[in-house]
């Protein structure tokens, strides 16, 4: 077991964001661990994880799923060693869209079971196993990451169930900010604008031309990787004096303009 190598923990780590994040700190170095639902024997995982790299390791599991969430967190210190930053990336949208005078009680226990309920319970056991680790040098234990959403401030009224969720994602990720910051786990996330990712392909054709009517400044998708470049910064030091902050990831989207 290697445990001098920093260790991440990567909820869904075979979609896009997530598996650019997977990228982004393997190449700089890190064990990664990865949660999803594909099996693992599964081809498509096998080729983003292969078994015979000692530094990665995928973990099927539903982030719904209490005993999938602890399966994950021994797995990881059974093979690492360490946990020294959690990425809840995992999410998702409601299978069907629907106004909100029709949301169904299904769609936002579906939605809110896995986006808001699963991830504060998954950091609130990873934080658990932080706080038994040593501050280094700087006074740190560890880091959290989450994605949440421009959708955490930002009505859609055919999904909200999806807008909740994530607004509640960011109240997550300031009350263990509040609860962490003097114990040296610094816990922040970032809010992705329109990304170009398995969830927006069913609408591609619709961003596409509101991009084009000038939706987001900077005239472009955003790409999983402009995620995960954010995401590593956030949680290998560089923002060491940030916690509970909010940061938009949006090619300036969330700019108010005349």
Request: proline share 3%.
């Amino acid at each position: 077991m290697d445990t001098q190598r920093k260790t991440v923990i990567i909820t869904g780590a075979l979609g896009g964001i997530g598996y650019a994040a997977v990228l982004r700190f393997a190449n700089a170095g890190y064990a990664v661990c990865g949660m999803d639902i594909l099996g693992e024997d599964d081809p498509r995982t096998l080729e983003k994880f292969p078994r015979d790299n000692p530094a990665l390791l995928y973990v099927k599991g539903n982030l719904a799923d209490s005993s999938d969430r602890h399966s994950l967190i021994q797995r990881t210190l059974d093979t690492f060693g360490r946990i020294d930053v959690l990425c809840n990336v995992a999410g998702v949208a409601p299978k069907v869209r629907r106004d909100l005078l029709e949301m169904t009680e299904e769609s936002y226990d579906f939605v809110t079971d896995i986006n808001t309920r699963g991830t504060l319970f998954l950091t609130q056991e990873a934080a658990r196993h932080m706080l038994t680790r040593p501050k280094d040098e700087n006074g740190i234990r560890g880091y959290i990451v989450n994605i949440s959403s421009c959708s955490a401030y930002t009505s859609s009224t055919s999904r909200g169930e999806y807008c909740i969720s994530k607004a509640g994602v960011t109240m997550i990720t300031t009350l263990f900010a509040d609860r962490l910051a003097e114990d040296g786990i610094l816990v922040n996330e970032i809010c992705p604008g329109v990304i170009a990712t398995g969830m927006t392909a069913v609408v591609k054709e619709k961003y596409d031309r509101l991009i084009e009517q000038g939706l987001i400044p900077q005239h472009r998708w955003g790409m999983p990787d402009d995620i995960a470049k954010v995401m590593l910064a956030l949680a290998d030091g560089t923002f060491g004096y940030t916690t509970g902050q909010s940061i938009s990831v949006d090619g300036g989207m969330h700019i108010r303009r005349l």
